[in-house]
């Protein structure tokens, strides 16, 4: 029986390349790319059957960042599969960043440049927005977004005869200095992609415990396991609402 693997974000950069070495790797599978909108799935597809003719693949359209949309392929995925082997929780964006001169300065007269330059942190700054649902976007299209996806396809993913396996997406860039649970969306911070990412690492350790035997996952090691707990909690908490609108 053919594995079918999905794949969001998968239209270019690491999500493409995923899609490629996957097929290279086991042309036999059923390939669902999930892309923003229908022009990119289209084209990705057929760029993709250009270097592999026989392989299929088809295609769902979805804006991680507006939750009617996830909630809407989530059900389309439930009547088109009976299972997901596997799933690649790729997509993401990232707002233009900017260079903070000022903290480049600070961190000349403190001894920290090297560790900035490094890094980036606190040198690379992003300007966040309000999307549709009242979130901010970076964190609903990196992170919430996908979080509701899983739990709507859970479905598909436990139960199975084989572990179904589920891949986040992480960053270099996931930093916990970048993260507060007192502003978990990072409305008031501008290193909204680093904060996105940090509470991805803490939300995937939590579904994999969750999911323990059924689902298999990348485990991401933490250092205040206490803040863990309490940002699945605020996350749980804003489940209803978005489950109801």
């Not at 690649?88 to 233009?96: C, E, H, K, T, W």
């Not at 920290?112 to 980036?120: Q, S, V, Y």
């Not at 572990?163 to 409305?187: C, G, K, M, V």
Request: aromatic fraction near 6%.
């Amino acid at each position: 029986m053919e594995r079918v693997v999905l794949v969001t974000g998968a239209s270019g950069g690491v999500g493409l390349a995923l899609c490629r070495r996957l097929l290279e790797e086991d042309g036999r599978i059923h390939l669902c790319i999930a892309c923003r909108n229908v022009q990119k799935s289209e084209a990705t597809r057929d760029l993709i059957l250009a270097a592999h003719p026989a392989a299929q693949v088809s295609t769902v359209e979805v804006d991680l960042g507006n939750l009617a949309a996830v909630l809407r392929v989530a059900r389309e995925l439930r009547c088109r599969f009976q299972r997901l082997d596997f799933v690649y929780l790729n997509a993401g964006i990232m707002p233009n960043p900017h260079v903070n001169f000022k903290a480049l300065w600070h961190g000349l007269l403190t001894g920290k440049l090297l560790h900035m330059l490094t890094t980036a942190e606190g040198v690379m700054t992003q300007t966040d927005r309000l999307n549709g649902d009242g979130l901010q976007e970076v964190f609903a299209t990196n992170l919430f977004g996908h979080f509701i996806l899983v739990r709507q396809l859970e479905s598909l993913l436990c139960g199975n005869e084989k572990p179904s396996r589920l891949i986040w997406t992480s960053s270099s860039n996931a930093r916990e200095s970048a993260f507060s649970l007192s502003d978990y969306q990072h409305a008031k911070g501008q290193e909204s992609y680093s904060s996105s990412k940090y509470a991805t690492d803490l939300t995937s350790v939590v579904l994999n415990r969750k999911f323990n035997e059924q689902v298999m996952m990348g485990f991401v090691c933490l250092k205040k396991p206490n803040e863990l707990l309490l940002f699945i909690i605020i996350i749980t908490l804003l489940l209803p609402s978005c489950m109801h609108s």
